[in-house]
């Protein structure tokens, strides 16, 4: 099957995947687990180490996405980062778009997480997420394959379904992390839920996987799969699962609704003044997971290793010379020296009704998400226009000129070139 | 949907069910359980005796079976004529054929019950069904359906599926019957079999039926029929539950394993025999049950009762003069007399090489189901040849002419009359 020809708007990166010398551990770096493992085993049927030397074929690596529609961030580019690991290893990436579950979202209408989507709305969300990872993946057709599980799964009757009901114990469904704590609780738990472990198992079926990447919280669904390839005659699949991603606060999943998350589509600048101020105990992790760079050879002092690690992981999204020039003006804002703007984002003044008061144009460029905490932070010192600070929320501008060509900041990281024109 | 027309290789039976005056309780005589019912609420919606009195069509009554191709006894009697008194009130029969589930069988592989059979088999199956049940049931097309329920089990998709299964909770199908102690003793409940019930529902969704027929058994799955109906818009069904038939030996379940049984295709004086010795407890709920004589109308003595049971039912199955024939036959041979042998059925002689042995024409008449069996009865004392006690095992018979015409027997209700032909 091939994959829609997505045209990149942005500037094709030089990601470091592609170019930087295999890690001979490029299997192992930043894995939580590895199922079956038995390294001492003399069975390589238990070992993927052992099959990926053996084998004299492509690996289906396998891994599934739910078509929701959600911006990636650097949490999520893991697990995609080590299907590009094994596509330069040889193997084929095998991207599932769980398309037929989100149409039918949940039955019950209870679950926030399956709403149910348009047939339309799982295409372009589909389509937004190849855009996002297109920095991450080889997208050669040899190397890449898309399909949608409505292929088989629309095809399935009661027969095949209560086969792969079958294959199942309630006990064992019941032991499932989530399941178990919700059953303790007396939460109910809707029989159909215990239907889509089996679904999933189910693609991995029908994709014939060799190895499925996911999630530590994805280890029962992979071995349901196993199990469910070994009742069809299949090779039982591999599990390689991936850490959580902690955020830039230091403490937390990364995740866009706590506000410490780092977007795959953030402009230059902004990525890089978030990465440049990760916290020291997470650098370690942050160039194990995000980059391919030898973790013996990194510069010694913290400093350093944020700027290296920012550089680095912007390169890969939007090429080394943007990450360049992200690094120098990240140095001159924080220097409060605005003269070098060129990788600063821009915002059109056009969009502003003059006379405008300082407050309504930090929300109105997207720098703060409401006219109220635009006002918060200008009242708390923490907004600058070329670098002089700005503390008087009703601070009234009568004209674009005026704003032509300055940078307006909120806090350390947020930037916006404001231009008198359609920029 | 129109029947298969039968041709019954019986005399037709003159049924009480036909001729009697109807009883004004038909509809709770011999019931466990009418659910809902409340008598004393206004709301009609709830009470099927309002329903019947205020509908001015003719209600659907479902009545489900599993084509097993097992033989039907009385005890399987009592729903088939449950059904027939409301076909007698003007309502339409649905016989429900479960064709689908029985071509699956239980994809564990483990149950008996649920046997995997071929179309041909179920088809067969449901030809004996109607066979044995044609005694009881009005066969006029307006008055029977005839459904298989692979009509619309073999369309439903993932995404129905998916919906039937999110209207049960897993602690709601946990807490049924069957489910609940096997969770507790931790024996391992597969996850399929809860599909069951939502199906067996699925099916009174599908025909559309007023009320639903069953063993007290069935509660949960006729509760479920109406959960789904509610859930796609009907309005429920009502479900009647019918006890389970103690058998003649007084104690047990009729079951055909115990031995206990009354089979409907059993010969005339076979069934005569065994109902005039129904033990005094069990009278009148057989006279309830299998009869629609008032109640209150019985003979005085137990032995009276006794005659008029076996006479009743006997009639029912094979017609009024069968029924006075087998009772004659039936006085005779417990007389030892066994002049009147009109009613005994025939066994062919030209089946048996001779010379033979005893204990071999014993089992070969039928009369014992094994050659050792036979040769237990006839050592215990219990074969008789037109009243004679026979005990040698060994006794050898050299030529068919010294048993033409005579009544063989073992126990006391056990009897052929052998014919040196091809009776």
Not at 168 to 175: D, E, K, R, S
Not at 215 to 228: E, M, P, Y
Not at 274 to 303: A, I, V, W
Request: hydrophobic content about 35%.
């Amino acid at each position: 099957m091939s994959v829609t020809n997505l045209s990149s708007p942005r500037q094709e990166p030089s990601s470091q995947l592609a170019t930087a010398t295999p890690d001979p551990n490029w299997l192992r770096r930043g894995v939580s687990e590895i199922f079956p493992d038995q390294p001492d085993s003399s069975n390589p049927e238990e070992n993927l180490e052992k099959l990926l030397k053996m084998t004299n074929r492509p690996l289906r690596i396998k891994f599934g996405i739910d078509p929701t529609g959600a911006e990636i961030h650097l949490g999520h580019s893991i697990p995609v980062r080590k299907l590009r690991a094994f596509q330069d290893a040889g193997h084929k990436a095998v991207l599932l778009i769980g398309d037929f579950t989100a149409r039918i979202g949940d039955p019950t209408g209870r679950s926030e997480v399956r709403r149910q989507l348009s047939a339309a709305e799982v295409a372009e969300n589909a389509k937004n997420y190849l855009d996002q990872v297109r920095p991450i993946l080889d997208f050669a057709p040899d190397k890449l394959e898309v399909r949608y599980n409505s292929e088989w799964l629309s095809k399935l009757d009661l027969t095949k379904i209560l086969e792969l009901l079958s294959t199942m114990t309630v006990g064992q469904m019941l032991a499932k992390e989530g399941f178990a704590e919700r059953y303790e609780k007396e939460n109910p738990i809707y029989i159909h839920e215990f239907l889509y472990p089996l679904v999933q198992g189910y693609d991995s079926v029908a994709l014939e996987a060799d190895v499925e990447l996911g999630g530590t919280d994805q280890k029962f669904n992979i071995a349901v799969g196993r199990d469910l390839q070994r009742h069809f005659g299949q090779k039982p699949q591999f599990g390689v699962l991936l850490p959580i991603l902690i955020g830039t606060d230091g403490n937390q999943k990364m995740s866009k609704s706590l506000g410490n998350q780092v977007g795959l589509l953030e402009e230059p600048l902004l990525m890089y003044s978030k990465l440049e101020k990760t916290p020291d105990h997470l650098l370690k992790d942050y160039f194990e997971l995000l980059t391919n760079l030898p973790l013996d050879g990194l510069p010694e002092t913290p400093r350093d290793r944020q700027k290296l690690l920012a550089l680095e992981v912007v390169s890969q999204y939007h090429g080394k010379e943007a990450a360049q020039n992200a690094q120098k003006a990240a140095m001159s804002l924080v220097q409060g020296n605005t003269a070098d703007t060129s990788a600063v984002p821009e915002f059109s003044l056009s969009q502003i009704k003059f006379p405008a008061k300082l407050f309504y144009i930090v929300s109105a460029s997207g720098l703060c998400p409401t006219s109220s905490e635009a006002r918060r932070q200008v009242q708390g010192g923490a907004v600058k226009l070329d670098g002089d600070r700005l503390n008087q929320v009703d601070l009234i501008f009568n004209s674009p000129d005026e704003l032509d060509g300055k940078v307006l900041q909120v806090g350390k990281n947020k930037f916006v070139k404001l231009v008198n024109g359609n920029g």
